[in-house]
T-cell receptor, first 111, second 117 residues
Framework: SQQGEEDPQALSIQEGENATMNCSYK?????LQWYRQNSGRGLVHLIL?????REKHSGRLRVTLDTSKKSSSLLITASRAADTASYFC???????????FGAGTRLFVKA | GAVVSQHPSWVICKSGTSVKIECRSL??????MFWYRQFPKQSLMLMAT?????????EQGVEKDKFLINHASLTLSTLTVTSAHPEDSSFYIC?????????????FGPGTRLTVT
């Protein structure tokens, strides 16, 4: 990808389980964001974490950021079938406002 | 919150024709907009940065003569795919920046699905 990688590329879990997705990036960032995309649809903004923050919560979502390792993780707790989607991290580069997307993780939650 | 629209939401065109896609910021002014392309089951790839009143900045590997970008006003950017070919079939998404304090918030349009036959 233009900026970094995400792993796993695909994840299949049972409803009720937790899902963890990881994102790595290459350059210094201003902030990192996570988005969800249902098949063939537009992006849904989930959460933004700034470069000076280490952890952020929003409902069932927990995001961590480790700027020393240039990595972030998204945890979805108590997953639901409706969480089935592709999840992308996106970084806004330092000194600019260009947003670069990671490769994405395709999450499938089985009911 | 801020809203970005795209028109059309989907378009089918014949090979060799040109297609224009519009991106509008509905309730804010955006000096900068971005165009992304997404192939099936892949991520969004940044194509170009559209700057109001000046030339667009294209990412490496993106042909500027094929993907014409015009940002004539603070609320409208257009992407024209010229002489479209089947390999240009993709999902095109725009975004617009809104400055909030010292940070920029980026808002994405719903996307335009282009199919070239």
């Amino acid at each position: 990808s233009q900026q970094g990688e995400e792993d796993p590329q695909a994840l299949s879990i049972q409803e009720g389980e937790n899902a963890t997705m990881n994102c790595s990036y290459k350059t210094s960032i201003n902030n990192l964001q996570w988005y969800r995309q249902n098949s063939g649809r537009g992006l849904v903004h989930l959460i933004l974490i700034r470069s000076n923050e280490r952890e952020k919560h929003s409902g069932r979502l927990r995001v961590t950021l480790d700027t020393s390792k240039k990595s972030s993780s998204l945890l979805i707790t108590a997953s639901r079938a409706a969480d089935t989607a592709s999840y992308f991290c996106a970084t806004v580069l330092t000194g600019g406002f260009k947003t670069i997307f990671g490769a994405g993780t395709r999450l499938f939650v089985k009911a | 919150g801020a809203v970005v629209s795209q028109h059309p939401s989907w378009v089918i065109c014949k090979s060799g024709t040109s297609v224009k896609i519009e991106c509008r910021s509905l309730d804010f002014q955006a000096t900068t907009m971005f165009w992304y392309r997404q192939f099936p089951k892949q991520s969004l790839m940044l194509m170009a940065t559209s700057n109001e009143g000046s030339k667009a900045t294209y990412e490496q590997g993106v042909e500027k003569d094929k993907f014409l970008i015009n940002h004539a006003s603070l609320t409208l950017s257009t992407l024209t795919v010229t002489s479209a070919h089947p390999e240009d079939s993709s999902f095109y998404i725009c975004s617009a920046n809104l400055r909030q304090a010292l940070n920029y918030e980026q808002y994405f349009g719903p996307g335009t699905r282009l199919t070239v036959t």
